[in-house]
């Protein structure tokens, strides 16, 4: 059974760095698929923000794309999450999910995480 | 890229059937069969019901089923269950290998 795990500081200062991390139990993240993080603001939808494959190869929502950068570390069985110049707008719970499908980066996530709410305030 | 548009809220009654749209653009919706759908129950993880416009993931009942026609996707949820009250969103692959989520629905079961 895959299970994810989000983990990293609940509150973030204005302007620095959001930094998360997603521990994957019970599959090899470099076994296939796509891997990636979600948000949803408090009382806003989901919002995807990018993806990765174990190879590196990343694909990452456009309104984001300048200030986010996902890595994956094989050997730990886990991917992360850097979201640079963060304001209160990117306060929000944040999801980690595995992406099946075959189109280019994948289509559809299954399993999620429980989430981690990141609060950004000083 | 923008939401994908969905109704706020909808409800039925148990044992009733509702359907959730999902209306993209000839960039999402229109263009690909890959849409899928998420039940959200607030403070879980979402989980997945639908995938690839109408495939059902192992497990999930029969009574949730998936279609498009033009640039609109649709949910359906058949015999209405009290925990189908939940939050539904639709995600679609879209051009530049993105994803689109929508605005969500709310489901109440009356």
């Known amino acids: 059974q895959v299970q994810l795990q989000e983990s990293g500081p609940g509150l973030v200062k204005p302007s620095e760095t959001l930094s998360l991390t997603c521990a994957v139990s019970?599959?090899?993240?470099?076994?296939?698929?796509?891997w990636g993080w979600i948000r949803q603001p408090p009382g806003k939808g989901l919002e995807w923000i990018g993806s990765i494959y174990h190879s590196g190869r990343t694909y990452y929502n456009p309104s984001l794309k300048s200030r986010v950068t996902i890595s994956v570390d094989t050997s730990k069985n886990l991917f992360s999450l850097k979201l640079s110049s963060v304001t209160a707008a990117d306060t929000a719970v944040y999801y980690c999910?595995?992406?099946?499908?075959?189109?280019?980066?994948?289509?559809?996530?299954?399993?999620w995480g429980q989430g981690t709410l990141v609060t950004v305030s000083s | 890229q923008s939401a994908l548009t969905q109704p706020a809220s909808v409800s039925g009654s148990p044992g009733q059937s509702i359907t959730i749209s999902c209306t993209g653009t000839s960039s999402d919706v229109g263009s690909y069969n890959l849409v899928s759908w998420y039940q959200h129950h607030p403070g879980k993880a979402p989980k997945l019901m639908i995938y690839e416009g109408s495939k059902r993931p192992s497990g999930v009942s029969n009574r949730f089923s998936g279609s498009k026609s033009g640039n609109t996707a649709s949910l359906t949820i058949s015999g209405l269950q009290a925990e189908d009250e939940a939050d539904y969103y639709c995600c679609s692959y879209a051009a530049g290998s993105s994803l689109v989520f929508g605005g969500g629905t709310k489901l109440t079961v009356l």
């Open positions: 019970g599959y090899s993240i470099s076994s296939g698929y796509y």
């Open positions: 999910a595995r992406i099946g499908g075959g189109a280019g980066g994948g289509n559809w996530f299954d399993p």
